[in-house]
C-alpha cells in the first residue's frame, strides 16, 4: 500500500476498527454483547457496502464520456446494486425473521464479490485504486464473516 496516499490509507485502514471491535466483542465479550455486537457489524458492512457503490458511482461519473458510453455501461447497474444487496440483508430485522447471522454471511461474502467490480474500474480509478481496495475489501469481509461464525 505504499503509493496509496497517506490518508487514503490512514483512513481506509480506520474504517475497520469498527468491525474489528465487534468482532472482538462478539468473540470475547459477554454472552449480552453477541447480538449488539453482531447487529453493529451488519449495519456498518452494509453502510461500507452501500459507500462502495457510491465510489464506483463516482468513477462512472468522472471517465471519460467515450468509456462512460461504451465499456463502462455495466458500472451503473453495478454502483447501484450494493445499496440494494444492503438493504436486502437488513430487512430481516424489520421481518423479525432469524438474525444477523445470516445477513452478515451475506454482506461479508458482498463485500468479498465486489473486488471484481473494484478490479474491473481499475481501468478509470486512481492507479493506486488495488492496493487500496484488495486489503480493505479482504479485511472488511472476513471480520463481517468472523462476526457471523461468532
Same mark, same amino acid.
Given at each position: ?17 469498527? #468491525?474489528?471491535? /465487534?468482532a472482538f466483542a462478539a468473540w470475547f465479550g459477554p454472552e449480552e454483547w453477541r447480538l449488539v455486537a453482531s447487529t453493529?457489524a451488519a449495519f456498518y458492512a452494509a453502510l461500507i457496502l452501500s459507500f462502495l457503490g457510491g465510489t464506483w458511482w463516482? =468513477? ?23 445499496? +440494494?444487496?444492503? =438493504?436486502?440483508? =437488513? ?12 445477513? +452478515? ?21 486512481? #492507479?493506486?485504486?488495488? #492496493? ?13 464473516? =468472523?462476526? /457471523?461464525?461468532?
Amino acid at each position: 500500500m505504499r503509493d496509496v496516499p497517506a490518508r487514503a490509507r490512514l483512513l481506509g485502514l480506520a474504517g475497520l476498527l469498527p #468491525q474489528i471491535a /465487534a468482532a472482538f466483542a462478539a468473540w470475547f465479550g459477554p454472552e449480552e454483547w453477541r447480538l449488539v455486537a453482531s447487529t453493529g457489524a451488519a449495519f456498518y458492512a452494509a453502510l461500507i457496502l452501500s459507500f462502495l457503490g457510491g465510489t464506483w458511482w463516482g =468513477l462512472a461519473a468522472t471517465a471519460p464520456a467515450a468509456e462512460r458510453r461504451a465499456a463502462l455501461g455495466w458500472m451503473w447497474v453495478a454502483a447501484v446494486l450494493p445499496s +440494494l444487496v444492503a =438493504l436486502a440483508c =437488513l430487512a430481516p430485522l424489520a421481518l423479525g425473521w432469524r438474525w444477523p447471522e445470516p445477513s +452478515l454471511v451475506m454482506l461479508g461474502s458482498a463485500l468479498l464479490v465486489a473486488l471484481a467490480v473494484d478490479a474491473w474500474a481499475a481501468a478509470i480509478a486512481p #492507479q493506486w485504486w488495488m #492496493q487500496l481496495r484488495v486489503p480493505l475489501s479482504v479485511g472488511l469481509g472476513t471480520l463481517t464473516l =468472523l462476526t /457471523a461464525f461468532a
